[in-house]
């Protein structure tokens, strides 16, 4: 269905010049894949945006060129000086020169022939690459670039640099990068010409090729016109497939499900503790949407630990308990087991049926389980995306509850949908992520939304504090006391930017430093051990055995410790909002009174200081989202991994905010001159929306 146009840039990236099976694989690695796409795509490659860009348009004689900088040279080869045999230390080094002076290229652990072949002597060559003074003579140590005369015009002057992985080359990238920027084609325009004009954007083509060729070095760039003009093709895409999504949904009527609260007087019955208001309330709000003759698509926002689990169980009963079937639907397969395990023993006692489908099922137990399906022997199905596949049919699914949806694509949340049949499944979302109104609007359009903001009973508030890091023996004395008692402390270390390895030192400083005071106690966790290790480790916290545990952010302190009382986060002023939060939500499990340390360095910046304050003064996750959102400004939040939000591939933009509220203007009203994008500009719309992958949207017009 997608338009004959695109199928180059929906090839696998193997279609373009040099690329074979291996680089493929170390593609899907270095792109960003879309969730449920498998293989990188020459598309991947576009959406492939630069980081920074190269610039060696500087061409100086020898003489001119400055020591520390990109240059490009023309130079002679004189003559070859190759290393003593045997010893690698020494360098291969080839004197050059023009009409002004010397310039030496230096490769280390070359190869011979390598060398003969690109650096004949008596050759004139361009070089590019960093020249560096070495003594008295400017040097070239391993040239980025070698070429003859003939080859002048293959040297990129601007050279974007891509995020890349190891094995992957710069040049790899760069070339297969160009070549799938090169493959896009002339679409019609989708976006409104004078709105263009206004903005000076220029057609989408040339915009991405803008970028990736850039013709200067500001264009490679987020602030850039050819930048913010694929940004807001990015958000019209998504502002678009939201509203044919909300369109579709109030054309169409849903099925009432109502059930007689059989099972679910059963599973109340069986369940160790009794709800909080909050999943009551929010309970009762899905029952009635599912009640309703109209479709249900609800969001069940809660911290983790706020009991939305249960929540999910009780209302998929409501589903069997009309007669039909429900399915819970988990980002990965070590979630789909740990939902299954909760609700076995519930299930067991209620008389629910239920099984698990993820992509570990196969073969005959697979055929067995969707012949089940089929028929109506299962009544609740947990899984993962394994959900999805065409040959999962269900009998009667009426109820549908996507946990962690920020990993799953709108379209995904679609295609289970349908499996609802005629009316389409009533659908309950479900996020830990506190999601602050304006970006709920961008990732799930208008939805209803119940909200759990109790905590089970028994979890006490937590005292937050921060204090410089000056202080910190006071608080190495308040802590020494806490642990007489059998406190268990977490101990978070400095987040450093991009740096994995200092950060992993100042984990391990921290580590010698309070061994030396508290004695063996203490233990080390960080993303470069073993998984057997970490295991092992996070094991002796949790059974008490340490009682200090100093932890790089690099590692998800996922278990649950009730015991664990205290957060010390060093550098808090580096930590975003909602990574804080997190934090925090470690502890306050238990039944002792608990504390969380924000240790800073002075001198504090204001928003830095906002978000300290922020975090003493509330432990409302969603007071909290909305700050960070306030404080950071929408692009940035979305961009943030730790977010947890789906990420836009181009519009983590500055303006974001801006272009955002003209895209959903514009979706607006695109759709109610044109609802069924029919015209010119509609159709063009249409690519448009191929290529974000929003086709169920496009799907939908066929449905209506
Ligand atoms: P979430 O999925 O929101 O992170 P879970 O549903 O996994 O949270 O619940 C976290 C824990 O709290 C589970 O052990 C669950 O049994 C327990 N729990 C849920 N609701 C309550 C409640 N009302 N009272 C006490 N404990 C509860
Ligand atoms: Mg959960």
Request: glycine content about 8%; proline content about 6%; overall charge neutral.
């Amino acid at each position: 269905m997608r338009p004959n146009e695109l199928i180059p840039l929906f090839a696998p990236v193997e279609t373009l010049k040099g690329i074979g099976p291996r680089l493929a694989v170390l593609m899907k690695k270095a792109l960003r894949l879309p969730p449920g796409v498998r293989d990188a795509r020459v598309l991947d490659l576009v959406w492939h945006m630069p980081t920074g860009v190269v610039d060696r348009r500087a061409e100086p004689s020898v003489a001119e060129a400055i020591p520390g900088t990109i240059v490009t040279l023309k130079v002679r080869v004189l003559k070859h000086k190759a290393p003593p045999r045997g010893n690698a230390k020494v360098p291969y080094k080839i004197a050059t020169e023009d009409d002004t002076g010397r310039l030496d290229l230096i490769f280390f652990r070359a190869e011979p022939s390598f060398i003969e072949r690109q650096l004949p002597i008596g050759e004139i060559r361009y070089v590019s690459g960093r020249a560096e003074k070495y003594g008295d003579t400017l040097q070239m140590a391993h040239p980025d670039y070698i070429v003859d005369e003939d080859h002048r015009a293959d040297l990129p002057l601007l050279e974007p640099v891509y995020p890349l992985t190891a094995g992957l080359s710069a040049k790899v990238i760069l070339k297969s990068v160009r070549q799938a920027a090169c493959l896009v084609p002339t679409f019609p325009e989708w976006q409104d010409p004078a709105w263009l004009k206004a903005r000076g954007w220029d057609g989408f083509a040339p915009s991405v090729q803008r970028i990736h060729l850039p013709a200067d070095s500001s264009d490679v760039s987020p602030s850039s016109p050819a930048w913010q003009r694929l940004a807001y093709d990015e958000l019209l895409a998504n502002q678009l497939a939201l509203g044919i999504v909300r369109q579709s949904f109030k054309a169409q009527r849903g099925r009432p499900v109502r059930g007689d609260g059989r099972i679910r007087s059963k599973l109340i019955n069986a369940l160790p503790f009794a709800l909080t208001n909050s999943q009551k309330t929010a309970l009762s709000e899905i029952a009635a949407d599912m009640n309703a003759p109209k479709r249900m698509l609800r969001l069940l926002q809660g911290d983790v630990g706020s009991g939305k689990t249960i929540v999910a169980l009780m209302a998929m009963a409501i589903a069997v308990e009309d007669g039909a079937q429900s399915a819970l639907m988990a980002p990965t397969e070590v979630l789909a087991r740990q939902h299954l395990e909760t609700i076995a023993p519930l299930a067991d006692a209620a008389g629910l049926r239920i099984a698990l489908l993820t992509g570990r099922e196969k073969g005959k137990p697979r055929e067995h389980l969707l012949d089940a399906l089929r028929n109506g022997d299962i009544d609740i199905l947990i899984g993962t995306h394994a959900l999805f596949q065409d040959d999962v049919i269900f009998r009667d699914l009426a109820f549908a509850v996507i946990d962690e949806q920020h990993r799953f694509g709108v379209h995904q949340r679609l295609a289970l949908q349908m499996k609802g049949g005629e009316g389409g499944a009533n659908m309950l979302v479900m996020t830990a992520t506190p999601i602050p109104r304006t970006l709920l609007m961008t990732h799930y359009g208008d939805l209803d939304v119940s909200k759990l903001t109790e905590k089970p009973a028994g979890r006490k508030p937590i005292v937050t504090k921060a204090v410089p890091t000056d202080a910190m023996e006071k608080l190495i004395d308040r802590i020494r006391v806490q642990l007489a008692e059998g406190a268990q402390v977490y101990w978070v270390c400095p987040l450093i930017e991009s740096s994995e390895i200092t950060e992993l030192a100042a984990a391990e400083e921290r580590h010698a430093h309070l061994q030396q005071i508290f004695g063996a106690r203490v233990g080390l966790l960080h993303g470069a051990m073993a998984a057997a290790a970490k295991d092992a480790t996070m094991e002796a916290f949790a059974k008490n055995q340490l009682q200090i545990l100093v932890a790089t952010t690099v590692i998800e302190v996922g278990v649950n410790v009730p015991n664990a009382n205290i957060m010390v986060i060093e550098h808090a002023e580096r930590f975003g909002l909602a990574q804080l939060h997190q934090l925090r939500g470690r502890v306050g499990r238990g039944s002792r009174e608990s504390f969380c340390m924000l240790l800073y360095a002075q001198p504090l910046g204001e928003t830095a200081k906002e978000r300290l304050a922020m975090m003493e003064t509330t432990e409302d996750g969603f007071a909290i989202a909305e700050k960070d959102l306030e404080l950071r400004g929408g692009g940035e939040v979305l961009g943030a991994r730790q977010s947890g939000l789906p990420e836009f591939r181009i519009a983590d933009v500055p303006g974001f905010p801006m272009l955002l509220a003209a895209a959903r203007d514009d979706a607006t009203m695109i759709l109610e001159r044109d609802p069924a994008l029919a015209s010119p500009r509609g159709r063009a719309l249409r690519t448009l929306l191929y290529l974000f992958e929003c086709d169920e949207a496009v799907r939908l017009f066929r449905a209506a």
